[in-house]
């Protein structure tokens, strides 16, 4: 293992169960997913309010700051402490973040379903992103990880109401993230991935939700150069996409999918065509 | 007709089509959703960047500033000029908006499904929502317009990666607006409310998408009593639902729902359930 910064280990519960009446008049117990402020302060300076789950906060803290492309390693932290009787997270840093004024006076409200605010021009620093261009994934692992996600015991089958992530390799999935907004999701496994100290290079990069700028643009700061959505895309997260020369594959369901870019790394079996014909 | 600001009427097209190539190695011409970034000015200082569809951009520039109540009325709007070439909304003001530096220091990051940005307290403002306790809707006007939000041709079905919000009347449908973000969509019918002198207190809010704090607490600041959604909640949403009393139907589609809060407000006909016993 490599340096990991003071961490607590302070999830929430993931559901709460409220009493509902349903279209016959009968009373239904049903689960509901968490929702809870968590306010982001970075040497005691507040940086944001996030919305979340409460699943994964110090990796969803870590990630938020990876992703805003606030702290440039994991070496900058070095405590993440998350205190939900004040709904609060305190991040301490080795000497102070630079510029962390001038880089967070510009904001976007994003698209994305989640946390939804990019610090910065959302653009900035996509033209110096390259992904690795020899990564490969064949049809039968991108449909194993299809497979590998429906099966997942999830907070969405039991509550509905969050979006989740996965990281995986090949069919494998290695962390599952689940929260109310998919951009905190896609932060914790980018915060996952530098406590864990896994390589974005050779993965392949899942969601639930839908394949916007942002998405587009966080998995490739995340040098993940696969990109798979069981939902659509919108035109400029294909532009990016396009841009960053990174994989995307949309509507992916069970054996169907949609490739929208980068196909050579798309290893097809061509066995789907087959068994049609047959 | 009531006061009017000077307006642009420059909407995106919702869809653009690119190839895809399916699992069967066959060439699919596919519509995707537009999404545009739109930076707005406020008598020229900038404010924020909302990543947008762009099918109602002055509405959702108007509903925007409504929601983050930045302006108090539509006579405060004089002009709501948007221009793509330059990706912008100039919203001009009578007299510049009071105290626009400290209302908008303070950033909450939303479980939104869209632009998920609140400036202030989130709750602030929400102990003095009163909703109309008169405001009936009965569960045929219920189903009525869930079937009415169902035959609606949709972005969403012929391109998805949107989510959709109406404002309706019994089952009448006033108006059904589309953005990549659900709060664009809201706030985009917020915007047309105002323009149009569309009164909420006695008019039910549908939406795509999960029914998170915010989704409340802006339904509850238009002062519309009956929120409707076909996807699930979140327990803050819930208890936000709870507190200022509004009418919280969740998982609704086709002739089931799930009644979670302000049971009241629906008249209901017992007709599933003696449908059920028959």
């Keep these: 293992m490599g340096y ?16 509902a009446i349903d279209e016959t008049g009968a009373r239904v117990a049903t689960p509901i997913a968490g929702e809870h402020p968590l306010t982001l302060y970075v040497d005691k300076s507040e940086l944001v309010t996030l919305m979340t789950l409460g699943a994964a906060p110090e990796a969803l803290s870590i990630g938020f700051l990876r992703n805003q492309r606030l ?8 405590a993440v402490q998350v205190d939900w009787e004040v709904n609060a ?13 001038a880089k967070t006076a510009k904001r976007t409200a994003t698209t994305g379903c989640g946390q939804g605010t990019v610090f910065g021009d959302l653009m900035a620093d996509i033209e110096s992103i390259r992904l690795e261009d020899a990564t490969r994934i064949d049809e039968e692992s991108l449909f194993g990880l299809l497979n590998a996600v ?10 509905g109401a969050v979006h989740g992530c ?19 999701a896609v932060d914790a496994i980018a915060g996952w991935m530098w406590l864990e100290g896994i390589d974005g290079r050779d993965k392949t990069f899942y969601t639930t939700g839908r394949l916007t700028s942002e998405m587009v643009i966080k998995a490739a700061q995340m040098q993940v150069p696969v990109l798979v959505s069981r939902s659509g895309l919108t035109k400029m997260g294909y532009d990016v996409a396009r841009q960053v020369g990174i994989t995307m594959i949309g509507r992916a369901v069970n054996r169907r999918y949609l490739l929208f870019t980068g196909a050579e790394r798309l290893v097809r ?10």
Tied chains: 1, 2.
Excluded: C, M, W
């Excluded at 996965?166 to 905190?184: P, Q, Y």
């Design 71 to 78: 702290v440039a390693s994991l070496e900058q932290i070095v």
């Design 166 to 184: 996965a990281l995986a390799k090949g069919a494998e999935i290695l962390t599952f993230v689940e929260d109310v907004g998919r951009h905190n």
């Design 269 to 278: 079996s061509g066995a789907v065509a087959a068994a049609r014909r047959a």
């Design 150 to 159: 429906r099966l997942h015991e999830s907070i969405y089958k039991q509550a």
């Design 4 to 19: 990991r910064p003071v961490l607590t280990r302070n999830a929430r519960p993931a559901t709460y169960t409220v009493d």
């Design 89 to 101: 997270v305190a991040v301490t840093t080795r000497g102070g973040l630079e510029d962390l004024e």
